[in-house]
């Protein structure tokens, strides 16, 4: 047995690779296939009939797909610039905190260990026209008479799923930025300090350039599971009611599963897929770029 | 003096308004766990009540005694949900963390051809949404007659696991001076008892929080549990979460308190490696 011997990196490497070709590449060349297909689950063979780039063509056209497609780009960029701030401001927050550092730092944690499941159910709890939290709070308080419908009204909608999704991950932000903060060396704050820079001075040209990288991990680690906001929204929403609040990933659950039309909905999640990786690989390319700033600053 | 006093003035104003906006967003931050937690323990009446109850009048624990007395109770079986939960999560950390272990040390401790480019195919792989990967799975498994079972489950959930565990253990192997490696080689050990004896003890930690990571994320895991698994047989606990609301009513002190035992292992398992997943994650970004 001594003519096979592989590298050693080779001879490591080769049980993730073999298993993510196996179970991740695999399938979504066959789901690539498929999307050239008119395949339904209720005929196996229609697998076979080749029809070129018919779904897609057809997806081109459809005025509810790209509603949706933009609704799913519109509710990313808003949760991950929305989370990006926020996990900013709580981040400073809490490095300023004279007292009680490692409790913040847990409850900071808390919403990570909710399953995304979890989140969309709450909120849809809390958001409850009828025995909802924030009905409640808002009648008790007496500035609404009404049953706000939150979930039914499309924009509200939106903005309960919003409000979900950024309780939800604003957590990861808040973390590694802090993380950030707190491996920052005190020295070029003191010297910008000297040197008569503002606090917003010195937070723009000295902290901010520190943490960048730190706000990239959080950005890509974010990135690799933007999908996650598909349990939220089915759970809270289901994309409805009437497709108010469809997007990209409700509706390829519900035209692959509920309709059966396999062929079109692989062809819908080659889109989502692209539209992941693109997310990922911008923010890996701004990781490597802040990285090798830091890397030479300091 | 006059000086001093509106200085030390304006000085405690910012102070409270920082303790005012820590403890705002503190108390957002807790509120749907608190909300959760709370009506898990009301009686319907009282969650249903209009006027809204504030202070809750009776406290009690019928919900989980509903939920664990089986099916035919109000129940919904939710010691099966659990079992398969468990099965699932413990067995494809084990083979992720295996195979990520060997991973990540390739990438911490090996130079080769296009590194960082595989580096990145392995996180693109972890970008596919969870849905898009359903159909073409769902496909598979049904030929292969591995739908519904936990065997299914736990290959895609590895899958699944693998490249971020690769990240994580990669930042903590790279924290090891690889000098100590070389050390215990030059003393007579072999690179596989120099791994074992060396390294592996001063990763530990790191590795263990990349485990749970991998636990929580396979726990928590919706998209493709929700669509490769049918029955009793294999449905994991948050799929189970949605057999309260498959009427037109909900059962909100149920799905509460199935919530809140959804959470305790994820809040206690999370709070055990918070520190080391942290430093983890960030230590490849430092130095490069």
Sequence with gaps: MKAMRLPPHVMLLLPAVILLAAVILFPLLLSLWSSFTPFRLTRPDSVWQFVGLRN?????????????????????????????????????????????????????????????????????????????????????????????????????????????????????????????????????????????????????????PFLMPFAFIAMTIRSLDVARAYDIITIMTDGGPAGRTEVLWTLIARTAYSDARMGIANAMAYVAILLSIAF??????????????????? | ??????????????????????????????LPGFWIVLN??????????????????????????????????????????FRNSLIISVTSTIIALAIGMAGGYAFARYRFAYKSSWFLGFMLTRTVPGIALSLPLFFIYARLGIIDTHLGMILVYVALNVPFTIWLIDGFFRQVPRDL????????????????????????PGIASAGIFAFLTSWNEFALASQLTRSTGSKTLPVG??????????????????????????????YAVQKHLVSGLTSGAIKG
């Excluded at chain 1, 993380?179 to 920052?184: F, I």
């Excluded at chain 2, 003096?1 to 910012?14: C, Y």
């Excluded at chain 2, 009301?42 to 504030?54: D, G, L, N, Y």
């Design chain 1, 56 to 208: 897609y063509t057809r997806l081109a056209g459809d005025a509810d797909f790209w509603v949706a497609f933009g609704r799913t780009v519109l509710l990313l960029t808003l949760a991950l610039n929305l989370e990006m701030l926020f996990g900013l401001g709580l981040a400073l927050l809490v490095e300023r905190a004279s007292r009680g550092q490692r409790v913040l730092r847990t409850i900071l944690m808390f919403p990570m260990m909710f399953s995304p499941v979890l989140v969309g159910f709450q909120f849809k709890f809390m958001f409850n026209d009828n025995v909802g939290l924030v009905n409640n709070a808002l009648q008790s308080l007496g500035l609404t008479d009404q049953a706000i419908p939150w979930l039914i009204d499309g924009k509200l909608a939106f903005i309960a799923i919003l409000t979900a999704e950024i309780w939800s991950s604003t957590a990861v932000f808040a973390i590694f930025i802090l993380a950030g903060l707190m491996a920052m060396p005190r020295d070029p704050l003191e010297a910008a300090r000297v040197d008569g820079c503002t606090p917003w001075q010195t937070f723009r040209y000295v902290t901010w």
């Design chain 1, 280 to 298: 990922t690989a911008i923010f890996f390319r701004q990781l490597a770029k802040a990285r090798a700033q830091v890397a030479a600053d300091w």
């Design chain 2, 1 to 30: 003096m006059d000086r001093n006093a509106s200085a030390r003035a304006r000085k405690l104003t910012s102070r409270w308004a920082l303790n005012l906006a820590l403890f705002v967003a503190m108390a957002i931050i807790c």
């Design chain 2, 40 to 81: 898990s323990l009301r009686p319907t009446v009282e969650i249903m009540a209009k006027p809204p109850i504030w202070i809750p009048r009776e406290l009690n624990f019928d919900a989980y005694v509903a939920m664990f007395s089986g099916v035919g109770q109000g129940g919904i079986p939710v010691l099966e949900y």
């Design chain 2, 181 to 204: 490696s070389e050390a215990a080689q030059i003393d007579g050990c072999t690179r596989w008892q120099a791994f074992w004896r060396v390294e592996f003890p001063l990763a530990r």
């Design chain 2, 241 to 270: 979460l949605l057999d309260y609301t498959a009427e037109f009513t909900i059962d909100w002190r149920g799905m509460c308190a199935l919530a809140v035992v959804m959470i305790i292992p994820a809040l206690l398992l999370t």
